[in-house]
């Protein structure tokens, strides 16, 4: 996983929809190598993002609450 990544789970308060994403898109652009998206692929990357992020929500959601706060702060609270 990319290391850029940061840990949504536990965050208080909780992670918004834009951080979440934020990751959904960092984790598209790792595994398809696409940095910037051109007319080619910008449209089955939004698509990726889309679904990512809905499924970090959904797990998110779901998840029992962490015992102990994430160890670092997602880059849009720094």
């Keep these: 996983m990319c290391r850029n990544i940061t840990t949504l789970r536990g965050l208080q308060p909780v992670a918004t929809t834009e951080e979440i994403e934020s990751a959904a898109r960092q984790y598209v652009r790792k595994v398809s190598g696409v940095t910037s998206t051109s007319k080619n692929t910008e449209k089955a990357f ?33």
Aim: net charge positive; hydrophobic share 40%; charged share 25%.
């Design 46 to 78: 939004e698509i990726a993002v889309r679904i990512i992020a809905d499924a970090t929500a959904d797990l998110l959601r779901e998840l029992p609450p962490r015992l102990t706060p994430p160890p670092t702060l997602p880059p849009l609270r720094r």
